[in-house]
Structure formats: C-alpha cells, structure tokens
C-alpha cells in the first residue's frame, strides 16, 4: 500500500525556518517524480515545488523560489523541503504528493495527509 | 504560467441530480496534462481524472472528463451524498503545475 506521511510542521516566527520531511513507502520511491502542494486557511491548492526522480532537476512556484528548497534522498525513501524566510502568507497545510507518471498516470495519484506550518509572532 | 478558472465557485444541487463542472484554461493545455481533484473537508485531495478524460483507479463511473485545448469538463452523472466536496482541475505545463480555484458542490 502506498503511503505518504509528512512531519516537520510547525510554529514558527517570520523570518524563520522549517524543514518538512515526507516519508514515502509501499513503492519503489526512486522511480517517481515529487511535489509539495499547499493549501491555506479556507483557500484552494497551491503547487509549491517538484523534483524528479533522481533529485537532479527542481522547479519552484515564483512566490518560494529562492526561499524554499527541495530534495530527496532515495536511499532513505525521503522527500523535504528546506523553507527559510518564512513570511505570514506561507501558513498553510503542506502536502506532499508523488506524480504518477511512473505508473502511467498524469497526475498527483497519491497524497500525503498534509502538516501543518504557521508563520506568526 | 497557464491560468485555471474553474466555474460556477458554488453548485447547489440535490442527490441523483447531474453535476457538471467547467475549467478553462488561459492558452492552450495538452489533455495529457488535464486532472481533476476531489477534497473533502479535513481530507487531502483524491485524483479523480487525469489525461482530462482517464478515471483513476477506484472512481466510479458517474464521474467522467472531458474535453480539450482550454475548455475542460469534469460531469457527475448522479451526485451520490459522498460526492458533495469541493473539485479542482489541475494541469501540468513543463512539470510546473497550476490549480483551478474550486468549484464546491453543495447540497441544495
């Protein structure tokens, strides 16, 4: 069964840091392409980062970029994201959420149950 | 960056009624590219469609996709009581993705 599971939210004041972490399992991890996608308070769905399967190539959503990164470790079925800066308008709920394509799906097949980042003094 | 507008914001209807759901596109989406999203409250989202049309794995078969270039459908052909939720559409341009604001169905 695949699974995904977030941790790593949070409190934190602005200007600061987090690292969420997603811990994959019940496929082969390496062999799919990442994405974080939020989602704030009483608001619809925002893609935040990907990363494809061998962690060499990254892309951003403009309001992160430059702010967040994103990486993972296949020897450990393990996807992050490095937030710094953190500003009030990044409180949300983190997903992350693997893109099926490994399985011939065009889309985001499985999702984590999200973690939950606060930015406030 | 491609736009979504997903409409109406809000559907009233009652169960056993049709449901059909409108995303446009602001230039030209490959149906490739096209998923639909179902999330209820509390809950992460479920791919419903992808490749504007293909139903993953588990969807009934009320729900259905549809269409192409920057018009693209999600139909539930009988709401069932578990279908009211809110619906995204969501496409991929160069592996950078972008979502439709939501449509909510909602019981009338």
Known sequence: EVQLVESGGGLVQPGGSLRLSCTASGFIFGGYWMHWVRQGPGKGLVWV???????????????V????????????????????????????????????????????????????????? | EIVLTQSPG????????????????????????????????????????????????????????SGSETDFTLTISRLEPEDFAVYYCQQSDRSLLTFGGGTKVEIK
């Open chain 1, 49 to 63: 980062s990907r990363i494809n399967a061998d962690g060499r190539t990254t892309a951003y959503a403009d309001s």
């Open chain 1, 65 to 121: 970029k430059g702010r967040f990164i994103i990486s993972r470790d296949n020897a450990k079925n393990s996807l992050h994201l490095q937030m710094n800066s953190l500003r009030a308008e990044d409180t949300a709920v983190y997903y992350c959420a693997r893109w099926g394509l490994g399985s011939g799906i065009y889309g985001l097949d499985y999702w984590g149950l999200g973690t939950q980042v606060t930015v406030s003094s």
């Open chain 2, 10 to 65: 809000t559907l009233s209807l009652s169960p056993g009624e049709r449901a059909t759901l409108s995303c446009r596109a602001s230039q030209s989406v490959s149906t490739n590219y096209l998923a639909w999203y179902q999330q209820k409250p509390g809950q992460a989202p479920r791919l419903l469609i992808y490749g504007a049309s293909s139903r993953a794995s588990g969807i009934p078969d009320r729900f259905s996709g």
